[in-house]
């Protein structure tokens, strides 16, 4: 069983940062890529960023391109997403997940993801 648990969501006015971080269970972390999603009240499950298994590319959403980091560190078993210059629209629920076997980059679309995590609240103040 794999379960994967945020944390580091806060209460952050505009302009500010926090740092995500996603504990997984088990030891073969490295085989799988890992995504970030958010989800604002009344909106659609929205991707994020993604990490490879393999070479540790990224990709993000373009709203976060140039604040947001994802990373992971294996010998940890964690993936986290450093955010910066956060603003309002940037809040959210924000979910960690592991993409499923067949995908080397995890994918914009939630449902190549097999496992997810509970959520970490994510709020920015104007």
């Known amino acids: 069983q794999v379960q994967l648990v945020e944390s580091g969501g806060g209460l952050v006015q505009a302009g500010g940062s926090l740092r995500l971080s996603c504990a997984a269970s088990?030891?073969?972390?490295?085989?799988?890529?890992m995504g970030w999603f958010r989800q604002a009240p009344g909106k659609e499950r929205e991707f994020v960023a993604a990490?490879?298994?393999?070479?540790?590319?990224?990709k993000y959403t373009d709203s976060v391109k140039g604040r947001f980091t994802i990373s992971r560190d294996n010998a940890k078993n964690t993936v986290y997403l450093q955010m910066n210059i956060l603003k309002p629209e940037d809040t959210g629920l924000y979910y960690c997940?592991?993409?499923?076997?067949?995908?080397?980059?995890?994918?914009?679309?939630?449902?190549?993801?097999?496992?997810w995590g509970q959520g970490t609240q994510v709020t920015v103040s104007s």
């Open positions: 088990g030891r073969t972390f490295s085989s799988y890529a």
């Open positions: 997940a592991r993409a499923s076997g067949p995908y080397a980059m995890g994918p914009v679309a939630s449902t190549g993801y097999d496992y």
């Open positions: 990490i490879s298994r393999s070479d540790g590319t990224t």
